[in-house]
Every structure is written in structure tokens, then in C-alpha cells.
């Protein structure tokens, strides 16, 4: 079993800049099978159900939903089992619970049930 753990939510004002973090432990075949799957980051709101807003695989190609694109950036730190999301440019449609989670190849990146792990959320307030 792998838990995921974000961090480095905040309340920033639109403009500014959030780094997000997710962390990876658990089993140690696990933590390694996550060398060659894929992590990816959604957002929810009460309002719009979980959206997918970036993902990339351990080949390093990444993908972003059109709404980020230019201004997050997903990265991998495979040595510390870490993904981060750096978020510039934050607008207030950016205010969401931003959640990690982690799937295999060969699934869509987009649908939540693609997805075996999740983390619990942190959440991104701008105003």
C-alpha cells in the first residue's frame, strides 16, 4: 500500500506563486513501482466536481490541462518520491482542494478512476 501526502497550501493573493508537494511512502516495491507510473494533480471545488490539472510518467513527458498551461509546471523528484506542482500566475478561478494522485501507464490521465492512489488534499485559496 503507498499513501500520497500534499502540502503547501496557502492563501495567496492573485499574482503570486505556490509550490505544492506530494509526497510518496509505503511499501518499498511500492515506492519503486512509482518509478514507472504515472502521478498526476486534480483540484475540486464545491462547485466543479475533481478535474485533472497536471500529470507526467517517469519518462518525463508531462501534460496540462489548457486552463494551467503556461503557467504550472509538474515535477518529479524521484530521489526524495516527491512530485511538485509550481503554480505562477495564480487567479482566483486557480482556488480549489488540490489533490495527488497516482495511476499506471496505459490509463487516461484525466479520469479519476484511473487513479489507485490518492492523497487527502491541500488546500489553495486566491483572492
Known amino acids: 500500500h503507498v499513501q500520497l501526502v500534499e502540502s503547501g497550501g496557502d492563501s495567496v493573493q492573485a499574482g503570486g506563486t505556490l509550490r505544492l508537494s506530494c509526497v510518496a511512502s509505503?511499501?518499498?516495491?511500492?515506492?519503486?513501482?512509482?518509478?514507472?507510473?504515472?502521478t498526476a494533480w486534480f483540484r475540486e471545488t464545491s462547485r466543479l466536481p475533481r478535474r485533472g490539472v497536471a500529470t507526467?510518467?517517469?519518462?518525463?513527458?508531462?501534460t496540462y490541462a489548457d486552463s494551467v498551461k503556461g503557467r504550472f509546471t509538474i515535477s518529479p523528484d524521484n530521489l526524495k518520491n516527491t512530485v511538485y506542482l509550481h503554480m505562477n500566475s495564480l487567479k482566483a478561478e486557480d482556488t480549489a482542494m488540490y489533490y495527488c494522485?497516482?495511476?499506471?501507464?496505459?490509463?487516461?490521465?484525466?479520469?479519476?478512476?484511473?487513479?489507485?492512489?490518492w492523497g487527502q488534499g491541500t488546500q489553495v485559496t486566491v483572492s
Open positions: 494522485a497516482a495511476r499506471p501507464y496505459g490509463r487516461v490521465w484525466t479520469f479519476s478512476g484511473s487513479y489507485d492512489y
Open positions: 509505503g511499501h518499498t516495491d511500492s515506492i519503486d513501482s512509482l518509478n514507472t507510473i504515472c
Open positions: 507526467i510518467c517517469s519518462d518525463g513527458v508531462a
